[in-house]
């Protein structure tokens, strides 16, 4: 059995079973945060006489509980009728939080039952925990007492405990808000049997490139392998416990997962956890939403984030409810939530009329170059390829270019002159550098950018350029190549340009240049290969424009 009382010494819950069994959610406790504690602790009892377990220190970690009271049985002492446990209370254990300075390096075993110094490992993909897998966390924000007669426990003074720990985690909160420039995020990756490890870890890398870009700091990443994602959470239950404790142990202020999200499962993992659950496309539209500098881009980042915040408002039934007057009006009325659903859905039937307009404004464009025989190319690429460093080189611009992905959003048209392919006479084109791909690129974006993509689709041909430097580059050119596959539109020819190639070793060029024997090799930022480069063009665009 669980008692939970509050700091007035009032019972505010009685649970039969383990804490586990009978927490409060994280965010159904009266109080919540980094530098306090939640006001509540926890008398349990057992029926055994051995120390707290991994499950009940967990779930006093993640309600952060001013104290976790173990009482345990000795076994003797009395008989019951019917049978039942028997025995006083012989042991007593005190169980708190402490600062992360305080914080023991020690690893708790349920198997054996003891603390023991935590021994390095290997960084492997972890199983879902079991009942008796130690927790593979360090430095835990707790320490447990040593056992205490029910006279030392009834002369604890648990206010002054409270209020001196209470103290330091403030005192360690505001320390760690002052420079507090950056969400602490832990990162959590689930490899489902459909997805080799190679790519499992490419997109690790890749959100965690993300999470930067977006301004976070990735402190640590869990790891689960499951055959397939749960439904309601994603990762199983015992995962859920540890990504909590993890959080707790980091002072993370943010989990963000390596994939997208229902908003069911987002509102799940965020009662479970205690603190912010984000997926992958809400990174991806952080970061749009940042690097957004045109009206245009704008008001596709603000279309694509409408698109993907409406199904995930939440509501709390009739406690929105508006009341009417009058006969016909009474009842539970109009919730809060169905007015803000309207009015989000207003808003965005007015963008997508903005975005149409966009989408007439580029056509006429277009069509006003095409009426003066310029022939148009588009350089695509994953995001990070260093398409804007490109244009720049090849047009004298200076469209901002920088080591980031999706450093660049808003398409950017230049002039560029080249040699003619068969008369060798100045051959005048525009080149597009459009917004960066990714793989598994969200629907919402492709549908709220699709003005932008429309220059994708209706260019002459397209210069595809490929970071080579990349780990992961043969992936990215299969995830560019499924993009434009996907696309409405054929797209025109595409000729293959490798960047980078000053920061490659030999048998990767190698291996380049036998997979794409027709594919150009060059290095934007050193300047190498731009006289090929060019000549390449020239032929694309002849063949383009006039194809055998």
Same mark, same amino acid.
């Given at each position: 059995?669980?008692?939970?009382?509050?700091?007035?010494?009032q019972?505010?819950?009685?649970?039969?079973?383990?804490?586990?069994?009978?927490q409060i959610?994280p965010?159904?406790?009266?109080? /919540?945060g980094?530098?306090?504690?939640?006001?509540i602790r926890?008398?349990?009892t057992?029926?055994?006489?051995?120390?707290?377990?991994?499950?009940?220190?967990?779930?006093?970690a993640?309600?952060?509980?001013?104290a976790?009271?173990?009482?345990t049985?000795?076994?003797?002492?009395?008989?019951r009728r019917? $049978?039942?446990?028997? $025995? =006083?209370?012989?042991d007593? /254990?005190?169980?708190?939080?402490i600062?992360?300075g305080?914080?023991?390096?020690?690893?708790?075993s349920?198997l054996?039952?003891?603390?023991?110094?935590?021994?390095?490992k290997?960084?492997?993909?972890?199983e879902p925990l079991?009942?008796?897998?130690?927790?593979?966390?360090?430095?835990?924000?707790?320490?447990?007492?040593e056992?205490?007669s029910?006279d030392?426990?009834?002369?604890?003074?648990?206010?002054?405990?409270?209020?001196?720990l209470?103290a330091d985690?403030?005192a360690?909160f505001?320390a760690?808000q002052?420079?507090? !420039?950056?969400?602490?995020?832990?990162?959590? $990756?689930?490899?489902?049997?459909?997805?080799?490890?190679?790519?499992?870890e490419?997109?690790?890398?890749?959100?965690?490139?993300?999470?930067?870009?977006a301004?976070?700091?990735?402190?640590?990443?869990?790891?689960?392998?499951?055959?397939?994602?749960?439904?309601?959470?994603?990762?199983?239950?015992?995962?859920i416990q540890?990504?909590?404790l993890?959080a707790q142990?980091?002072?993370?202020?943010?989990?963000?997962?390596?994939?997208?999200?229902s908003p069911?499962?987002?509102?799940?993992?965020?009662?479970?956890?205690g603190?912010?659950?984000?997926?992958?496309?809400?990174?991806?539209?952080?970061i749009?939403?940042?690097?957004?500098?045109?009206?245009?881009?704008?008001?596709?980042?603000?279309?694509?984030?409408l698109?993907?915040?409406?199904?995930?408002l @939440?509501?709390r039934?009739?406690?929105?409810?508006?009341?009417?007057g009058?006969?016909?009006?009474r009842?539970? *009325?109009?919730?809060?939530?169905?007015?803000?659903?309207?009015?989000?859905?207003k808003?965005?039937?007015?963008?997508?009329?903005?975005?149409?307009?966009l989408?007439?404004?580029?056509?006429?464009?277009?069509?006003?170059?095409?009426?003066?025989?310029?022939p148009?190319?588009a350089?695509? $690429?994953y995001?990070?390829? *260093?398409k804007s460093?490109?244009?720049?080189l090849?047009?004298?611009?200076?469209v901002?270019?920088?080591d980031?992905?999706f450093?660049t959003?808003?398409?950017? @048209?230049?002039?560029?002159?080249?040699?003619?392919a068969?008369?060798?006479?100045?051959?005048?084109?525009?080149?597009?550098? @459009?917004?960066?791909?990714?793989?598994?690129?969200?629907l919402s974006?492709? !549908?709220?950018f699709?003005?932008?993509?429309e220059?994708?689709?209706?260019a002459?041909a397209?210069?595809?350029?490929? !970071?080579?430097?990349?780990?992961?580059?043969?992936?990215?050119?299969?995830?560019?190549?499924?993009i434009?596959?996907?696309?409405?539109?054929?797209?025109?020819?595409?000729?293959?340009?490798?960047?980078?190639i000053?920061?490659v070793?030999?048998? @990767?060029?190698?291996?380049a240049?036998?997979e794409?024997?027709?594919?150009?090799?060059?290095?934007?930022?050193?300047g190498l290969?731009?006289?090929?480069l060019?000549?390449?063009l020239?032929q694309?665009?002849? =063949?383009a424009? /006039?194809?055998?």
């Amino acid at each position: 059995m669980c008692t939970y009382i509050n700091r007035r010494g009032q019972v505010i819950r009685v649970g039969v079973g383990t804490p586990r069994q009978t927490q409060i959610a994280p965010l159904e406790l009266p109080r /919540y945060g980094g530098g306090r504690l939640s006001g509540i602790r926890c008398i349990a009892t057992h029926l055994k006489p051995e120390i707290p377990s991994e499950a009940a220190i967990t779930a006093m970690a993640i309600q952060r509980l001013d104290a976790l009271v173990w009482l345990t049985l000795s076994g003797g002492g009395f008989q019951r009728r019917g $049978g039942g446990a028997t $025995g =006083y209370i012989q042991d007593t /254990y005190l169980v708190h939080l402490i600062p992360q300075g305080d914080r023991p390096n020690f690893e708790f075993s349920v198997l054996s039952a003891k603390l023991e110094p935590a021994s390095s490992k290997s960084e492997e993909i972890e199983e879902p925990l079991i009942q008796n897998s130690p927790i593979k966390t360090q430095n835990f924000p707790w320490k447990i007492s040593e056992p205490l007669s029910l006279d030392d426990l009834a002369d604890q003074d648990f206010l002054e405990l409270v209020e001196g720990l209470e103290a330091d985690f403030q005192a360690e909160f505001v320390a760690k808000q002052v420079d507090a !420039d950056q969400d602490k995020v832990l990162l959590v $990756g689930v490899m489902t049997q459909h997805v080799t490890l190679l790519d499992f870890e490419d997109g690790l890398a890749e959100i965690t490139r993300l999470v930067e870009s977006a301004g976070g700091q990735v402190l640590q990443t869990v790891r689960q392998k499951r055959s397939n994602p749960h439904p309601q959470t994603v990762v199983g239950e015992g995962k859920i416990q540890e990504i909590s404790l993890t959080a707790q142990t980091i002072s993370a202020n943010l989990v963000v997962f390596d994939r997208d999200l229902s908003p069911a499962q987002i509102r799940n993992l965020e009662i479970q956890i205690g603190i912010r659950v984000v997926d992958r496309t809400e990174v991806i539209l952080d970061i749009f939403a940042q690097r957004a500098r045109s009206s245009e881009g704008k008001l596709q980042v603000e279309l694509a984030q409408l698109q993907y915040n409406l199904p995930r408002l @939440t509501g709390r039934g009739q406690a929105l409810s508006r009341q009417g007057g009058g006969i016909g009006t009474r009842g539970p *009325g109009e919730t809060k939530l169905e007015t803000e659903r309207r009015t989000i859905a207003k808003r965005i039937s007015r963008l997508q009329q903005e975005v149409n307009q966009l989408l007439a404004h580029r056509f006429r464009l277009r069509q006003n170059r095409h009426h003066h025989d310029v022939p148009s190319v588009a350089i695509v $690429g994953y995001t990070n390829a *260093g398409k804007s460093t490109l244009l720049n080189l090849l047009t004298n611009s200076e469209v901002y270019a920088a080591d980031q992905l999706f450093a660049t959003l808003d398409p950017t @048209t230049r002039k560029l002159t080249i040699p003619g392919a068969l008369t060798g006479e100045p051959l005048s084109l525009v080149l597009t550098d @459009t917004v960066g791909f990714i793989r598994e690129l969200p629907l919402s974006l492709i !549908d709220a950018f699709r003005a932008t993509l429309e220059e994708v689709t209706d260019a002459d041909a397209l210069l595809h350029l490929v !970071d080579l430097s990349h780990p992961a580059w043969q992936s990215q050119i299969r995830s560019v190549m499924n993009i434009l596959t996907d696309m409405p539109v054929t797209p025109g020819p595409a000729l293959v340009v490798f960047n980078k190639i000053d920061a490659v070793d030999g048998n @990767t060029l190698a291996l380049a240049r036998e997979e794409f024997p027709q594919a150009v090799f060059i290095s934007a930022a050193k300047g190498l290969g731009m006289e090929s480069l060019r000549d390449r063009l020239a032929q694309l665009i002849q =063949y383009a424009l /006039y194809p055998r």
